[in-house]
């Protein structure tokens, strides 16, 4: 029996045969997708019996997923809200668990080539609203603005219309664009372009430092600002799950969090929650 038992190892090993690895989804934001694509790739090199699939779409999307019960692990870039929260509940008798896992600064992107450096919060709004609708408006060049943004799947389009249009609509003729990186992308290459999103994706295009109000001093999404909480739109970055997270879903998001995981958050460009 022993040598027969024997034999069969050495078949299965001569097969390459392996232990079916332990699959984590995180699914969502798409602010996060770079961050949590990172963690995966540098938690999986440390972890090889643990698979980690990331895909993003969006926080609504992640969190319809979160109550579907298709994802273990939600990305958000806005708190959940009161109905999901209760749908989950309904579903899992669970409130579900919030992990604040980074801080951004939500950045409102300008053409390199533009003139304009800071905004008032109130020229932004106004500006996404239709209010004003030329660049001179704002001490710039005499040219339309163009408006770039995210669908309203997106958490960051949720958060910058609370917090920024404070519920009102916006503009009907703002570009809406699927994922940060393409706001960016067509920022970059229109000289009247404005968009917004996290402060990672600012490659190829300024920031405008922001103000709370014309007499206020303006300031960058740097990690000073962010910290001190002198720049005006800091926001969490969160992941969600159903229940109090176990297994490999529990060492991946504490990973996440330790200060070998929260350095990958500065290097990617966002901001530690500690």
Not at 101 to 121: F, K, M, P
Request: glycine share 10%; with cysteine; proline share 3%.
């Amino acid at each position: 029996m022993t040598k027969l038992l024997a034999g069969l190892v050495t078949a299965i090993l001569a097969f390459g045969f392996t232990a079916p690895k332990e699959v984590v989804t995180i699914k969502g934001s798409d602010t996060m997708v770079i961050l949590s694509q990172r963690w995966a790739e540098l938690y999986m090199q440390k972890h090889p019996d643990v698979s980690i699939q990331v895909t993003g779409g969006g926080s609504g999307v992640g969190i319809s997923a979160l109550i579907n019960g298709t994802t273990d692990i939600c990305n958000a870039s806005r708190p959940m809200k009161k109905a999901e929260v209760e749908k989950l509940k309904q579903r899992y008798n669970s409130l579900g668990v919030e992990i604040k896992a980074a801080r951004d600064g939500l950045s409102i992107y300008l053409n390199a080539a533009n003139s304009v450096h800071e905004l008032t919060l109130d020229q932004v709004r106004k500006i996404y609203e239709g209010e004003i609708t030329n660049w001179k408006q704002v001490g710039g060049a005499d040219a339309r603005i163009i408006l770039y943004g995210r669908e309203n799947s997106s958490g960051t389009y949720v958060f910058f219309k609370d917090n920024v249009l404070k519920g009102d609509d916006f503009a009907a003729g703002m570009q809406s664009i699927p994922g940060t990186a393409g706001v960016v992308n067509a920022v970059s290459k229109d000289k009247s372009g404005i968009g917004f999103g996290g402060a990672a994706y600012a490659k190829g295009v300024k920031y405008a430092k922001l103000k709370e109000d014309g007499n206020s001093p303006s300031y960058e999404p740097t990690e000073a600002n962010i910290r001190s909480g002198d720049y005006p739109l800091t926001r969490y970055l969160f992941m969600y799950t159903r229940s109090r997270p176990s297994g490999a879903v529990k060492d991946f998001i504490d990973w996440a969090l330790s200060s070998e995981g929260q350095a990958v958050v500065t290097k990617i460009g966002y901001f530690p929650v500690k």
